[in-house]
């Protein structure tokens, strides 16, 4: 199965997110890192098994979670100043935010 470098990307994206609940839950024992890392990598992998079947659903749904991920991670970066992991999960949602809706104009074309 040859992959897109969209389905690429979500998927790293999916499980850098579900690692960092994980880890966020072994280091300070929250919760609620492990729930919102383990249900955004859920969505972002079902992001990655629908992205050759119904790209503009998969990129809406995408740019739902990068965009939450986005908020609350750029909350956390301006409010602490850590860049890890806070400034780095929300750059790269940025980014990621940017691709799906690349990824949605271009199959409007």
């Known amino acids: 199965m040859d992959l897109s470098t969209s389905q690429k990307l979500t998927l790293g994206y999916a499980a ?9 839950y072994m280091k300070r024992g929250s919760l609620m890192s492990l729930g919102a890392g383990g249900a955004s990598s859920a969505l972002l992998y079902y992001v990655y098994t629908e992205l050759p079947n119904n790209p503009v659903f998969a990129s809406s749904l995408g740019i739902g979670v990068s965009t939450m991920l986005l908020g609350s991670m750029g909350y956390r970066f301006q409010k602490t100043r850590k860049v890890f992991p806070a400034g780095v999960v929300a750059l790269l949602s940025l980014g990621m935010t940017g691709g799906y809706l690349h990824g949605i104009i271009r199959s409007q074309h």
């Open 16 to 24: 850098l997110v579900g690692v960092g609940g994980v880890m966020g």
